[in-house]
């Protein structure tokens, strides 16, 4: 399978704890996005890195949030002392022209 | 800030009808974009319409895209169940010319019935 891999596919974890995500792109994708989904909605951009260069991280959603690549190839998105409000489905996505091809998504559930 | 509004947000249609979901944008993006989400599921790419007048066909969906209005249409053919699923429509904000985020609509969730 040659498509966006994220892993786990489904975290469940207590408040307080932190959590870390792993996103690897299609191979040879330069470009790749962490998007955050919530019911009902539309996904939420977070993140962005252009090979291991984070190029916008204003939108991650606290000082909780982090991510990173750091070799340009696969990245990690962490989340420091989970808050029931963050449960969400966590997306990666990856592009190396026009397109954006997204990941199954991590579903987090913060009990 | 760039938003992004789809309508309706909810459709509920009969097989072999026709309908048109509309999205529209608050300021000039480079291209816009059209995925399917079925629940559950990540999002699958259906078209990137990248200039005024830009029209992309596939199947019983067909979508375009008025720059000027800043408007994207999804029209959708004869529908089938199988179309069942929602609908984002999102346009990118780029960063000195390199390809940046999506900002998405809230979705059109569509359903299909016999």
């Known amino acids: 399978d040659t498509g966006v891999s994220q892993d786990p596919r489904h975290k469940i974890t207590k408040r307080g704890q932190n959590v870390t995500f792993r996103c690897d792109p299609i191979?040879?994708?330069?470009?790749l996005y962490w998007y955050r989904q919530t019911l009902g909605q539309g996904p939420e951009f977070l993140t962005y890195?252009?090979?291991?260069?984070?190029?916008?991280k204003s939108r991650l959603l606290s000082d909780r949030f982090s991510a990173e690549r750091p070799k340009g190839s696969f990245s990690t998105l962490e989340i420091q002392r989970t808050e029931q409000g963050d449960s969400a489905m966590y997306l990666c996505?990856?592009?190396?022209?026009?397109?954006?091809?997204f990941g199954p998504g991590t579903r987090l559930t913060v009990l | 800030e760039l938003k992004v509004e789809q309508n309706p947000l909810f459709l509920s249609m009969q097989e072999g009808k026709n309908y048109t979901i509309y999205c529209n944008y608050s300021?000039?993006?480079?291209?816009l974009y059209w995925y399917r989400q079925d629940p559950g599921k990540s999002l699958e790419s259906l078209f990137v319409?990248?200039?005024?007048?830009a029209v992309k066909q596939e199947g019983r969906l067909m979508a375009s895209l008025d720059t000027k209005a800043r408007l994207s249409t999804l029209h959708i053919t004869a529908a089938v169940h199988d179309l069942s699923a929602t609908y984002f429509c999102?346009?990118?904000?780029?960063?000195?010319?390199?390809?940046?985020?999506?900002?998405f609509g809230k979705g059109t969730k569509l359903s299909v019935k016999p």
């Open positions: 890195f252009q090979n291991e260069a984070q190029l916008e």
């Open positions: 319409l990248l200039s005024n007048g």
């Open positions: 191979s040879e994708h330069n470009r």
């Open positions: 300021t000039t993006s480079d291209r």
């Open positions: 996505a990856s592009s190396f022209g026009l397109e954006q091809f």
């Open positions: 999102a346009v990118v904000i780029s960063y000195g010319g390199s390809q940046g985020n999506l900002i």
